[in-house]
């Protein structure tokens, strides 16, 4: 499966914004996402995951209540709404795909997306 990751941008404090990672193929619903980030000099953290059907989400617990994971099987599509946006949410978020149960470790995760780049400014 091939992912594109797309919503970023320019963005000021206690804005909100909402990524959305659309996926190819025809099995889109077979697997599960997730979300992480980059920051620079930093390692990729995770951020949140939902099962294949949707009815499973799990989130870091420093996002938990500003950050909602959810997604469209028939638009193959993924989304990450962030609320409240923090200076310290500038980052690359990338999208990923398993095929099994996701997690929250980057080698939990079987395909990236190029990344969406998030610039939070005061």
């Known amino acids: 499966v091939q992912l594109q990751a797309c919503g970023g941008g320019l963005v000021q404090t206690g804005d909100s914004l909402t990524l959305s990672c659309v996926a190819s193929?025809?099995?889109?619903?077979?697997?599960?996402m997730g979300w992480f980030r980059q920051a620079p000099g930093k390692g990729r953290e995770f951020l949140a995951t939902?099962?294949?059907?949707?009815?499973?989400?799990d989130y870091a617990d420093s996002v938990k209540g500003r950050f909602t994971i959810s997604r469209d099987n028939a638009k193959n599509t993924v989304y990450l709404q962030i609320n409240s946006l923090e200076l310290e949410d500038t980052a690359v978020y990338y999208c990923?795909?398993?095929?099994?149960?996701?997690?929250?470790?980057?080698?939990?995760?079987?395909?990236w997306g190029q990344g969406t780049q998030v610039t939070v400014s005061s």
């Open positions: 193929g025809r099995t889109f619903d077979s697997y599960a």
């Open positions: 939902i099962s294949w059907g949707g009815r499973r989400t």
């Open positions: 990923a795909a398993d095929h099994l149960d996701g997690g929250i470790e980057p080698d939990d995760y079987e395909y």
